[in-house]
């Protein structure tokens, strides 16, 4: 199973980026999508996930300004980062809860490479 993400990039204050993240492989179903965040020196952090039925939850720091969707047909999550703040700059990872094929089909969390995401001043 791969995670792969893609979209970030350098944007300044004000400014949207979005992010994408797509699961392959020998994948019977996913639980729960997640993106994270991290910058150095501090521990990862939860930004938002999304769960089979469309549940989301947002971490207090970005809630109005971010939109965490996913296309289940595609195992796929996107991330819309909208007015971005200087404090949004980090490396952003996808995660998923999810089922591979192979049984007993047990539960896994996978994590994507991570993408940088820069907000200007």
């Known amino acids: 199973v791969q995670l792969q993400a893609s979209g970030g990039g350098l944007v300044q204050a004000g400014g949207s980026l979005r992010l994408s993240c797509a699961a392959s492989?020998?994948?019977?179903?996913?639980?729960?999508m997640a993106w994270y965040r991290q910058v150095p020196g501090k521990e990862r952090e939860l930004v938002a996930n999304?769960?089979?039925?469309?549940?989301?939850n947002y971490a207090e720091s970005v809630k109005g300004r971010f939109t965490i969707s996913r296309d289940s047909a595609k195992n796929a999550v996107y991330l819309q980062m909208d007015s971005l703040k200087p404090e949004d700059t980090a490396v952003y990872y996808c995660n998923a809860d999810l089922i591979v094929t192979q049984l007993p089909r047990l539960s896994q969390i996978h994590w994507g490479q991570g993408t940088q995401v820069t907000v200007s001043s």
């Open positions: 492989g020998n994948i019977f179903g996913i639980n729960v």
């Open positions: 999304i769960d089979s039925g469309g549940s989301t």
